[in-house]
């Protein structure tokens, strides 16, 4: 087994470990659909925060890193990886784990139907679907995640260092603006990004290994 292989599997491995732990979570929400102890604390400790002028402004950024805003950023970000590859290598596994997440996310919210927190709690734009896991912070993680899985490698350590704080940073600015509005438990919140998180460690390598084999089988080396 080679190192590429070696590789693919801890990643894989982690991947299908975190997506345990959002089904797990999912089985305990639907078992207790309301708010934990610590959804309320933090969802209350945050109304305390509010303001006009900062509720605006935080909704436009949810607004952006919403899924269909995320579906968008996606097509932009595909076409330019294909451009300047000139091949689907690296476009073709961020659109893979943005599209297996948000079909995750869909099926998960129809099974376990928790409730968004009550209206009177929300600010902006009030929602009222399906609450577990959060769309917007699933999304957003899968995408930054993958992206920085599959540019990451050729960057200097420094560089490399600096992309993933910046990714990080905008899943917890993602996360903070579900739950400043009132949009979303903490636990929801987590469980999105869990499941994003998931998909973004083990779809690349998976995509990988798929698109190695085609490669060795058919003549697609204009596209690889």
Known sequence: MDRVEIRYDKRSAAGAALLGLTLLGAVLVAIHPGPF??????LHGLIGTRSPALTGIVDDVSRLLSPVAMAGWTALIVVALIVRDRSVRRALPVAGAVAIAAGLDTMIKLAVTRPRPPAVLQVGSPES??????GHVCGTTVLVMTLLAVTVAGLPRARALAATVLA??????CAWTRLYLGAHWLSDVTGGALLGLSAALAVPPL???VLRRVGERIDVKGLL
């Open 129 to 134: 679907t399906y609450s577990y896991p959060s």
């Open 37 to 42: 102890q610590v959804d309320s604390a933090v």
């Open 207 to 209: 995509l990988d290994v």
């Open 168 to 173: 990080v940073a905008v899943i917890v600015l």
